[in-house]
């Protein structure tokens, strides 16, 4: 893919992040650039507690930078009201979190159709969107269930379902596959490989599992909160990273 003729859906600028205040202030991000393009999936690599699962945050906007600016499809999304970047996350982001964040007193499709029911839209035909996406993932027998009769594996998969319920024009992914076997991990890579190629589309991933990393079009490495690094997938060094 050549980076430079291709539209940039994800943007950040000098983007700072701290956590805590006076003395006990830590600077998790230290001025992040980086970019994210139509069609790719970028992987984001490094050490645990190097800054990548603040640096998702702040781009899915859940989280706002102490400095800098964030860019989403040409919108600066860092200087909307919180109601404006809720109503935009709601249409325009699938945000796949590591601690899977499912609702323990609903069931699968229930949980799977919650993006659907912040759009407005009726949760009959949610529902029925939401078994689509559950059947994507493999969980077509387990619909009616709630998340506490599933395995860790079968919740994630839920949700990233749920994740990708309304065709998000970008995921971003946190660990989407530690909880999945090789074969399920691969399945989950498949759909977000079919949904970037749709025009407009993008997946940012954090990931620290070497099996899906051929998936990626383009790797990031992180440390201490800044990127180190940016390569095509072709040009990684994947036996250094071993």
């Known amino acids: 893919m050549l980076m430079s003729s291709s539209t940039v859906i994800a943007e950040t600028r000098s983007l700072v992040k701290s956590f805590g205040s006076g003395a006990a202030r830590i600077e998790v991000l230290h001025g992040i650039d980086i970019k994210a393009y139509e069609s790719e999936i970028l992987m984001l690599l ?14 899915a906007g859940t989280l706002t930078p102490d400095s800098g600016s964030v860019e989403i ?9 919180k109601s404006a970047i809720t109503k935009f996350r709601a249409l325009n982001v699938g945000f796949i979190f590591q601690q899977f964040n499912l ?39 387990h619909m009616k269930k709630r998340p506490n009769q599933l395995s860790g594996g079968q919740q994630q998969r839920v949700a990233i379902a749920r994740a990708m319920v309304h065709k998000p024009r970008l995921i971003i992914c946190d660990e989407p596959t530690a909880a999945l076997d090789a074969e399920n991990g691969k399945l989950v890579m498949q759909l977000f490989r079919d ?45 250094h990273h071993q």
Do not use: Y
């Not at 050490?47 to 781009?59: Q, R």
């Not at 970037?196 to 990393?213: M, S, W």
């Open 46 to 59: 490094g050490p645990s507690g190097c800054g990548k699962t603040t640096l998702i945050s702040i781009i």
């Open 103 to 141: 609702i323990p007193t609903i069931t699968c499709e229930e949980n799977a159709c919650v993006p659907l029911l912040i759009q407005g839209m009726s949760m009959s035909k949610a529902i029925k969107h939401a078994r689509v996406s559950l059947d994507q993932v493999g969980l077509s027998e």
């Open 73 to 81: 499809f040409g919108e600066p999304l860092n200087w909307k009201k």
């Open 195 to 239: 949904l970037v190629k749709q025009p407009g589309r993008c997946a940012i991933v954090v990931t620290h599992d070497n099996r899906i990393l051929s998936f990626s079009d383009r790797i990031a490495t992180m440390n201490d909160g800044k990127i180190i690094d940016s390569v095509a997938t072709k040009d990684f060094d994947f036996a």
